[in-house]
């Protein structure tokens, strides 16, 4: 993907912000302890933050937490639904905290969108000493029958590069940290996996695939065909075609310390 398509993936989300918060699924709190298990301290930044999916899991665990979102419409939707949180216009590339301000740096389904070569300056300006950086991001368990077969017949758009487990280790092995002169005051990054899974109806899946950003780009004709087809295959599996289930899903994190 080059830049250009990078950022309009990236900036497709706010029209599909209420969807978003609706059917994106949350992060496993084990998988969200691990990450600030090396933290120094109690705040923690989620960059990234969207409608606030793991603003809202740090702050059932009972963190100090502060969102800082770019996209007009999904920190409306955050604001709206975690009123008490401290939401902030801004982007990994232009944070607007002071330095040494936090103690941890997480995103949840969002790290492969920032521009590293700026954003990690940025964001090894704004962590004390010590402090952590991780992404999660929530994957299917193709390890799982079925779920490998949606995953064929959702295709990329649906079920891109980081949506399970091993393409997700490979995916995410040092390509979102931090680069150049940034990189040297980051430690070495550590990865794992936390099941993590969603109960489901066919429909409530179909919608989830529907708001993930090859989908959102997609002309409409072609996007309803490939939603059209997961329907037919969800509909067609005994797992799946009556009533709740779960989704088989791990949160992945990647994890990596500021010097």
Known sequence: MNNDQRLLHASSFGAAAAAYAEHRPDYAQ???RWALDPAPGPRVLDLGAGTGKLTATLIAMGVEVIAVEPDPAMLTELRRSLPAVRALPG????IPLPDASVDAVLSGNAMHWFDMAVAGPEIARVLAPGGVLAGLWNVMDDQV??????????????VGPRDTPASWRAETAGVHLPKNGAAARFGSPEQALFPHGQRRTADSLVA??????????????????????IRE????RPETAHGEFTLPMMTGVLRVRRL
């Open 91 to 94: 982007s990994a590339e232009a």
């Open 208 to 229: 989830t695939l529907g708001t993930r950003a090859g989908m959102l780009v997609m002309p409409e004709p072609e996007r309803e065909a490939a939603l059209g087809r």
């Open 233 to 236: 295959f969800l509909a067609g």
């Open 145 to 158: 029958e079925w779920v490998a077969g949606l995953a064929r017949v959702s295709g990329s758009a649906a």
């Open 30 to 32: 084990d998988a969200v």
